[in-house]
């Protein structure tokens, strides 16, 4: 027989958890979020379920996907990541990228390929196969193709696939400086590139609309590569594609995974995030396309729960991608129990205080959420952890899709709801 103590508190538990519920339920549909394809769900540090709305529905999870690739990059990436490969066959010098974006990076900057090309006295031949790679993912937007968060897949990217055009006033500065020539200025308001040529056609840099700056995608191929590293190098880089013999080729470790992981999480980096599935692949042993190497990933031991997923990229940005809001905890869940606590506030931007969630404040200053946000039009959605003033966490995911408003409505009523955990 129970105790009337035991009594007491198993009572007193039951209240609390009822009024809870309740002051949750009051506040989903005093957000407007109950008007909206949602998807929530909410469990204590103890796997407790606190609420749950469609947690078995599928949504788009725009950015949130990136959870997924950075638990899988933890999960088998080193902390120095696989930079390059190459193989020494009589007076030439065989090279293969992996995927690390980091080379000629505006802020990574590593350098450890170019120095060892550098350094060479050897015919350097690029040798990546283009069949091994796709340039942009499946579901993505087709008419994203010139905006700077949509730049192309590549096996061994360079100045982050992007052109840089800097407004001197008097005219245009690009970098890399390769493509120059490949400017013209034209009397539209709007920068632009052609849809099947790096023909870039930019506003008159003396215009009082003109930017300062501006980003546009350029086209990758492999014999391209080749050619931005002569320009780079100052010496002649051949390009044919040989298959690398993982045997007789070596793989060299330079730069590390979290370096990768702030831009990914803090800024929501999407070619970091295309470029982590070839690193991971690098790391296996394993070919592109990026289909080819989730569908491995998918078969990795502990990760038997993504086969319930739809997952087609490594940032997101397909609208092919469905998840579900358990997907998502189970996603939370398996990243702390991986990594410190240390790490996984680190790398993931904290409400009110870092990266894309820095203007989204709660409304107690002694609550704390880290969390990764997605979005893209019509849908808006937020997963992470929840540490309220009392120091209790929580784990939780609020899924928006097919909101016919704007996204900057959908954020505030996420945090309009999420503040009921205070």
Known sequence: MKSPAYLLFFLTGLFFTSCQTAKIKKAYVQSGLNQLHTG?????????????????????????????????????????????????QGDSLYFWGTGDPSTLHAKLKNKAMLDFLQASQKNLVYADDAKLTLPQGA?????????????????????????????L????????????????????????????????????????????????????SPTLTAQ???DTLHKTVHYRAVKRDSLQSKLVYAGKLDSLLVPLLHYSDNMVGEQLIYLMGAQKGWNGPTANIIQKLMQEPSFEFLKEVKWVDGSGLSRYNLFRPKDMIMILQKLQDRLMESQWKFLLPELGKSGTLKSMKLANPQSHAWAKSGSFGNTYNLSGYYQNAHGKRYLFTIMTNLANQSVSVNKKQILAFLNVLN
């Open 139 to 167: 579901g993505w937007a087709w008419d994203d193709y010139q905006d700077y968060y949509a730049a192309e897949i590549s096996t061994l990217p360079l100045y982050e696939n992007l052109a840089h055009f800097t407004n």
């Open 169 to 220: 006033g008097h005219a245009w500065k690009v970098h890399p400086s390769f493509f120059q020539s490949s400017m013209s200025i034209t009397s539209e308001k709007d920068a632009s590139r052609d849809r099947t040529s790096n023909q870039f056609r930019l506003p008159a840099p003396d215009a009082k609309s003109s930017p300062k700056s501006i980003t546009i995608p350029y086209i990758t």
């Open 40 to 88: 929530i769900l909410i469990q204590d540090q103890n796997g407790k379920m606190v609420f749950s709305q469609q947690a078995e529905q599928y949504f788009m999870p725009a950015s949130n996907a990136k959870l997924l690739t950075f638990l899988l990059a933890k999960t088998i990436l080193p902390d120095s990541i696989p930079a390059f490969a190459y193989q020494e």
């Open 228 to 230: 931005l590293l002569s």
